[in-house]
C-alpha cells in the first residue's frame, strides 16, 4: 500500500508530507477521501504520485521560483509481492519500505531513484504497474488496458492450474518445434553439401590420415636425408673396433689370460678381471648396436620420396578444409556422421516431427480446457459486474466480456484466447472495448463495479479514484460510496471526490484548499479530524455558506456511514 506521499515544489505546492495511514499499517489504510473546492488543486496529487511512479514529466510543473522538484512514494509492500521480483532482477536490495522518488529540475532533466538507488524511469513505471492503479476517467491505466483483461479474468475464475498447464504445454511444443526446425536445417544444409561430403569423404578414406602421422613421418624423413653420412660415421666407427686384430678380439684375449692365472695371485686380478668383464660386455654391445644402426641407415631414395609424397598430401589436404593434419582424422570421422545422420534424416525427421505434433496436440487440448473454463468465468464475471451496476445508475447498460479464439499465429503460453471487456450503454447497442465510452461519468462508474468484482485480482495494493462521482448524486453517490468501503476492505483505496455521501464512509479524509495572496498561490493538504469532516461535508452539502441545515445534513451521512 501506498504509506505516504512527499511533494517539494511542484505545481502549486511547496512542502506537502502525507501520511496515508494511522499506524502505517496495510490493513489501518482503507478509503481515503480527497475533497476540496473545484481549482484547489487535487489533481496535483494525482499528478505527482504519477511521477513517483514513472509518469512523462515537464519542467513546467516546478513551482514558481524553484529550481527543481522532488516527489517520493513510499510504499509498504508483503514479502511476496511483484514488486521484488523486479528489484531482485535489477540488482537491488529488497527493503521493508519501498520508496520511489523522482525529481525535475527547470532544464527539464530529471533523476530517478529507487530506495535511494539510482534508476531509469522505465524501471520506476515498471514498479509503479505493480503498485497502483490510478482510474481517471479517460486515463488509459489499469483496466482501461485491454492487456491486462486476459490475466483479470483468470484470477477471477482461479484458473492458476490450467494456467500452469498451459504454459508447460506450450514450453514443450516450442522446444520440440525447435528440435524439429533445427534437425531440418540440419538436413538441408547436408543435403546441399551431400556431393562434397562423399567426395571429401573418399579423398580422407583414400588417404588414411592418422593423428600423428605428420610427426612420424618428419622423423623418419630427416633420418632418411642424413642416412649416408650417418651410415659412413657408422663403419667407420666398427672399423676402428675391428683395426689390426681388433678391439673385442684383443678383450678376449686379455681376458683369459687373466682369468687362468687369477686363482694364483691371491686375489691380487679379481679388480682387474672384472673391468675386464665390464669393457668386454660394453664393447659387445656397442658394436651390435653400431651394427644395427648401420644396417637401418641405408640410404633409400624410393622411401624418402614416398615419405615427402604423403606429407605433401596430408598438408594440401589440411590447408584444404582449414584443419591441423593431426585433425584430418577427427574432419574425416565428422564427415562421416553427417553422412551416415543424411542417410537415416529422414527417419530422424519423422521421429521429431511426431513428437512435435504430439506436442502440439497437448497444447491445443491444454488451451482449449482454458478456454472453456475462461467462458464460464466470463459469464459469472458478467454476472457480478450486471449486479452491480443498477445501484450505479447504469441499469441499462450491459458489461460483456468477449473471450474470442485468436489465430494461431498469436497464441502463446497465456493460450488461444483474446480476452476484452466490453460495455453497451444503450439496450440494442453493440458492446464496445470499454475505453471507448464516451462519458467520464460513466467510465468511472463501470470501472469501479468492475474493479469491486475484481477486487482480490492484481499486485496493485493501492487503487486511486480520481472523480468516480462525477455528475451524480443521492442514492447513486450513495452507491458508490458503498462500493468504494466494499473495495477498500481488500485493498487501499483513495477517491478524490466531490460527493458528500463518498466523503462521508471513507476512513480518512483530507481537504485540499488553495490559498492565494497578494503575489502567488499555493495549495496546502490538512488531514481533516472529526470536526473537521463535518465542516466539510457540510460544505460540500450547501455551498459557500455552511448552514446549520448542511452541518445536521452532513451529520445524519457520518452517522450512515458510522
Known amino acids: 500500500m501506498l504509506a505516504s506521499l512527499s511533494i517539494r515544489d511542484f505545481v502549486l505546492i511547496e512542502k506537502l508530507d502525507l501520511l496515508f495511514a494511522r499506524s502505517g499499517s496495510a490493513a489501518d489504510a482503507g478509503l481515503g477521501a480527497l475533497t476540496g473546492e473545484t481549482g484547489a488543486g487535487k489533481s496535483i496529487l494525482i499528478d505527482a504520485l504519477g511521477l513517483a511512479l514513472g509518469a512523462r514529466a515537464e519542467s513546467s510543473t516546478i513551482r514558481r521560483g524553484a529550481t527543481q522538484a522532488t516527489i517520493a512514494a513510499a ?73 491486462t483483461h486476459r490475466a483479470s479474468l483468470d484470477a477471477f475464475a482461479g484458473l492458476e492450474k490450467h494456467a500452469v498447464a498451459v504454459r508447460a504445454a506450450w514450453r514443450d511444443w516450442r522446444a520440440a518445434e525447435k528440435a524439429l526446425a533445427e534437425a531440418e536445417e540440419a538436413a538441408a544444409t547436408a543435403r546441399r553439401d551431400e556431393d562434397f561430403l562423399r567426395h ?59 682369468e687362468r692365472h687369477a686363482d694364483k695371485a691371491g686375489g691380487r686380478l679379481e679388480a682387474s678381471l672384472a673391468a675386464l668383464d665390464r669393457a668386454l660386455s660394453e664393447t659387445t654391445e656397442a658394436q651390435a648396436q653400431l651394427e644395427a644402426a648401420r644396417d ?31 585433425g584430418l582424422a577427427d574432419l574425416a570421422d565428422r564427415m562421416k556422421a553427417q553422412l551416415a545422420a543424411l542417410d537415416d534424416g529422414e527417419s530422424g525427421l519423422k521421429k521429431l516431427f511426431a513428437v512435435a505434433k504430439t ?50 499465429q498469436e497464441w502463446s503460453e497465456a493460450g488461444t ?46 487503487i486511486v479514484f480520481d472523480e468516480v462521482d462525477s455528475g451524480i448524486g443521492g442514492a447513486t453517490a450513495a452507491a458508490v460510496g458503498d462500493r468504494l468501503k466494499r473495495l477498500a476492505k481488500e485493498v487501499q483505496v483513495l477517491v478524490v471526490t466531490h460527493s458528500p455521501q463518498v466523503a462521508a464512509v471513507a476512513d480518512r479524509h483530507w481537504l485540499i484548499r488553495k490559498i492565494t495572496t497578494r503575489n502567488a498561490a499555493s495549495t496546502e493538504v490538512v488531514a481533516l479530524d472529526a470536526t473537521g469532516r463535518r465542516e466539510e461535508i457540510a460544505r460540500m452539502l450547501s455551498g459557500a455558506e455552511v448552514t446549520a441545515e448542511a452541518r445536521a445534513a452532513a451529520d445524519r451521512l457520518l452517522a450512515i456511514a458510522g
Open 417 to 462: 484466447d483474446r480476452v476484452q471487456f466490453t460495455v453497451s450503454t444503450n439496450p440494442g447497442a453493440a458492446p464496445a472495448p470499454i475505453a471507448k465510452i464516451a462519458s467520464g461519468g460513466e467510465l468511472s462508474r463501470f470501472l469501479l463495479a468492475l474493479k469491486v468484482c475484481l477486487a482480490k485480482v492484481g499486485d496493485a495494493a493501492t
Open 75 to 147: 510504499f509498504e509492500l508483503p514479502k511476496q509481492h511483484a514488486a521484488y521480483a523486479i528489484l531482485a532482477e535489477h540488482g537491488m536490495d529488497d527493503e521493508e519500505v519501498l520508496t520511489l522518488r523522482r525529481t525535475i529540475g527547470a532544464d527539464g532533466r530529471g533523476r530517478a531513484f529507487v530506495n535511494d538507488q539510482p534508476a531509469s524511469v522505465a524501471l520506476l513505471r515498471r514498479l509503479g504497474e505493480t503498485l497502483v492503479e490510478i482510474q481517471g476517467q479517460m486515463e488509459q491505466h489499469g483496466l482501461l488496458d485491454t492487456a
Open 359 to 408: 506436442a502440439r496436440q497437448a497444447y491445443v487440448s491444454a488451451a482449449e480446457a482454458q478456454a472453456t473454463a475462461r467462458r464460464k468465468g466470463a459469464a459469472r464475471l458478467d454476472k457480478a459486474v450486471a449486479a452491480e451496476l443498477g445501484p450505479l445508475k447504469l441499469e441499462k447498460a450491459k458489461f460483456v466480456t468477449e473471450v474470442t479464439a485468436l489465430p494461431e
Open 200 to 258: 571429401a569423404v573418399k579423398e580422407l578414406e583414400d588417404l588414411a590420415p592418422k593423428a600423428d602421422d605428420e610427426e612420424t613421418l618428419a622423423t623418419e624423413r630427416q633420418m632418411l636425408r642424413a642416412g649416408s653420412a650417418l651410415g659412413e660415421a657408422v663403419v667407420q666407427a666398427l672399423a676402428e673396433l675391428e683395426q689390426g686384430r681388433g678391439v673385442l678380439a684383443a678383450l678376449r684375449t686379455a681376458h683369459r689370460v687373466v
Open 296 to 326: 637401418a641407415l641405408e640410404f633409400d631414395p624410393n622411401r624418402l620420396e614416398k615419405i615427402e609424397e604423403r606429407l605433401f598430401a596430408l598438408r594440401a589436404m589440411a590447408r584444404k578444409h582449414n584443419v591441423a593434419v593431426a
